[in-house]
């Protein structure tokens, strides 16, 4: 499959940042990677390909050089979670003969693009085992839809296209069904025991994502176009998991994570903001039986790669993109910058990301946003924060950012791909 398909694919499988996960454990797997637990010992060897997955939504992936030292550390760093809604516990609500299901936001949810859609549910079930401390998890799937948020109708309300503020306690809980006396509470439970092939009494709590359940397909008169769900941050996804899997690096360590609760500000136990980066870094380092001022002084010469989505220029809101920094569709990924460090770049990132770029062949596009407007941060600044390493943010540039579809261009996603594995391949010479 090419960039397109297998992205598209991938949008399909990574309907909540637990399917993430596995998504990007099937792919790592398939490419010979080998799991490693936190609770055991790492005995690593060089020229070793190796994974870890972090309660349940963060999973790193590393490979080490034949002839890594310690002195060569290359990352990227994704997101796996997406904007949209969770279902709060006891979620069934009656409103007269109807089944509606309690939920909150998740991230910042462009409320109206979530209207008259086929939605469905996914994340991980807790249930009841003999040890107390360690419940067992299941990942779960509705796999068609089952939910829908009805919009209103115009005639009642005359005013819509005029502008109004959706209430999201009151007007955004999803349709499930017919209310009936078998849809009291305990409902959901029910649902997922039989999925899960448990009883509803063993089913301690749950994380669940009301995620979209639209197909994503290629848009445009020449198909230039890809429309699909959960493009942020999935094509960065992606890239960077393309990038681990292609590049070879004998001298070096190069890592690629992709980290949960970014779209919250990335400061949890399994987010950017924790420390969690270093703590595998470590890891890596007493399991190669290398220094811990081995690892101190790589990270002087270290480069992180933090990869997320930039808004392109929107052709009908012309007006709200930078004057002379607006990346377009199909015109190459695009370097973020911001001096506020929303974006973490430096000119000397920026020159090495150019200079591969160049030597490459790989088309690029320059990002800021409006000096009166803002746009949204990434985990750069909160990683590199964390480990101080030259970072800069890039990513394919998007129309309708954080609505529940969006829209990019097919040739940035090969754009951003080739980058990355460029990026976990060439040496330091070029």
Not at 64 to 74: K, L, N, P, V
Not at 187 to 206: C, F, G, N, S, T
Not at 399 to 424: N, P, Q, T, V
């Amino acid at each position: 499959m090419n960039e397109i398909e297998r992205l598209l694919a991938l949008t399909e499988k990574a309907v909540s940042p637990f399917h993430t996960a596995e998504a990007v454990k099937e792919t790592l797997e398939e490419k010979g990677f080998a799991p490693l637990c936190w609770k055991e010992e790492w005995n690593l060897q060089k020229g070793g390909k190796y994974y870890i997955i972090h309660h349940g939504t963060t999973i790193f992936a590393f490979t080490i050089g034949e002839d890594f030292e310690g002195e060569s550390i290359r990352m990227a760093a994704a997101h796996g979670d997406f904007p949209g809604f969770r279902l709060k516990p006891s979620p069934e609500m009656k409103a007269e003969a109807y089944l509606k299901l309690n939920t909150e936001p998740y991230g910042g949810v462009n409320l109206a693009s979530w209207m008259d859609r086929p939605l469905s549910i996914a994340g991980r079930v807790a249930v009841k085992s003999e040890d107390v401390f360690h419940p067992d998890l299941y990942l779960v799937d509705f796999e068609k839809p089952v939910l829908t948020i009805p919009n209103i109708a115009i005639h009642l309300d005359r005013d819509m296209n005029k502008g109004r503020e959706l209430n999201r306690q009151t007007q955004m809980l999803p349709l499930a069904g017919m209310a009936g006396q078998e849809t009291t509470d305990g409902y959901m439970k029910k649902l997922l025991a039989d999925k899960l092939h448990v009883m509803p009494e063993d089913i301690l709590e749950y994380e669940l994502n009301i995620y979209n359940a639209d197909t994503g397909t290629c848009v445009g008169f020449d198909g230039e176009f890809v429309s699909a769900p959960r493009l942020d941050d999935l094509t960065s996804v992606q890239a960077i998991i393309d990038g681990i899997t292609k590049g070879v690096r004998r001298e070096g360590l190069n890592v690629s994570v992709v980290f949960d609760h970014e779209e919250i500000g990335s400061r949890t136990k399994q987010g950017a903001g924790s420390t969690l980066l270093m703590l595998v870094l470590e890891r890596i380092y007493e399991g190669l039986s290398i220094q811990r001022t081995k690892l101190l002084q790589g990270l002087s010469e270290g480069m992180l790669l933090s990869v997320d989505v930039a808004h392109g220029l929107h052709p009908n809101y012309q007006e709200k993109a930078d004057p002379t920094n607006h990346p377009v569709l199909n015109g190459g990924f695009c370097i973020k910058e911001s001096s506020s460090q929303s974006y973490a770049t430096d000119c000397e990132a920026v020159g090495i990301v150019q200079s591969i770029c160049d030597r490459e062949g790989i088309p690029y596009q320059k990002f800021a946003n409006r000096s009166d407007g803002t746009g949204g941060g990434t985990l750069g600044a909160i990683a590199s924060a964390m480990i101080p390493v030259k970072t800069v943010d890039i990513g394919v540039p998007l129309l309708a950012m954080h609505s529940s579809r969006e829209l990019m261009g097919r040739k940035d996603m090969e754009a951003l791909s080739a980058f990355s594995a460029a990026f976990f391949t060439m040496d330091q010479r070029g």
